[in-house]
């Protein structure tokens, strides 16, 4: 592919020039509708130089038009903003039998070592928060923590379940 001539390229650039001087023009606007409900000369304003008999004022050439209309009018009674009525419905004369579970089994006891591993996570997330908040502790208390944290990560690792039962896919419903 060759580069476009010098002449090709003007006229590109001619051609673009154009559209970007014709970029705020737009294509023709529907006229809007006018509401059902109000009578339009009766509700514009009266020309202050009763130079128009119909008692409106012609629009002058570049300057924007008010809507003087109210701003409801046209919304009231268009269908996308009416509701339905609603229908009555009558009761059901037999209700429904509705699903109720089955209580749930008591939890079991949790272990002495998954117990005391819990405690050392809650311990060390205590001393991070109160450092936080800028309160001094010792240094042993900080060693402490972050022992209790790794060693009570461990101990729940290390007791969670080998392996799955091959048809146990881990939804329950």
Same mark, same amino acid.
């Given at each position: 592919?060759?580069?476009?001539?010098?002449?090709?390229?003007?006229?590109?650039?001619?051609?673009?020039?154009?559209?970007?001087?014709?970029?705020?023009?737009?294509?023709?606007? !529907? &006229? =809007?509708? #006018? @509401? *059902?409900?109000?009578? /339009?000369?009766?509700? $514009?304003?009266?020309?202050? %130089?009763?130079?128009?008999?119909?008692?409106?004022?012609?629009?002058?050439?570049?300057?924007?038009?008010?809507?003087?209309?109210?701003?409801?009018?046209?919304?009231?009674?268009?269908?996308?903003?009416?509701?339905?009525?609603?229908?009555?419905?009558?009761?059901?004369?037999?209700?429904?039998?509705?699903?109720? !579970? &089955? =209580?749930? #089994? @008591? *939890?079991?006891?949790? /272990?002495?070592?998954? $117990?005391?591993?819990?405690? %050392?996570?809650?311990?060390?997330?205590?001393?991070?928060?109160?450092?936080?908040?800028?309160?001094?502790?010792?240094?042993?208390?900080?060693?402490?923590?972050?022992?209790?944290?790794?060693?009570?990560?461990?101990?729940?690792?290390?007791?969670?379940?080998?392996?799955?039962?091959?048809?146990?896919?881990?939804?329950?419903?």
């Amino acid at each position: 592919m060759s580069a476009p001539r010098d002449d090709d390229r003007e006229a590109i650039d001619r051609a673009f020039a154009e559209l970007i001087a014709g970029y705020h023009l737009t294509a023709d606007r !529907p &006229d =809007p509708l #006018p @509401p *059902l409900h109000v009578d /339009r000369d009766s509700a $514009l304003p009266p020309n202050p %130089a009763g130079t128009n008999p119909a008692g409106t004022n012609p629009p002058t050439a570049g300057a924007p038009t008010a809507n003087p209309l109210p701003s409801t009018a046209w919304a009231d009674n268009h269908p996308l903003f009416v509701t339905p009525e609603p229908s009555p419905v009558a009761p059901d004369a037999e209700p429904d039998e509705r699903y109720v !579970p &089955d =209580p749930q #089994p @008591p *939890l079991a006891r949790p /272990r002495l070592p998954i $117990l005391l591993a819990w405690a %050392a996570i809650a311990y060390a997330a205590i001393v991070v928060l109160l450092a936080a908040f800028g309160l001094r502790l010792p240094s042993w208390m900080g060693w402490l923590a972050l022992a209790g944290f790794l060693g009570g990560f461990g101990v729940l690792v290390f007791n969670l379940p080998r392996s799955r039962p091959p048809d146990d896919d881990g939804a329950v419903v």
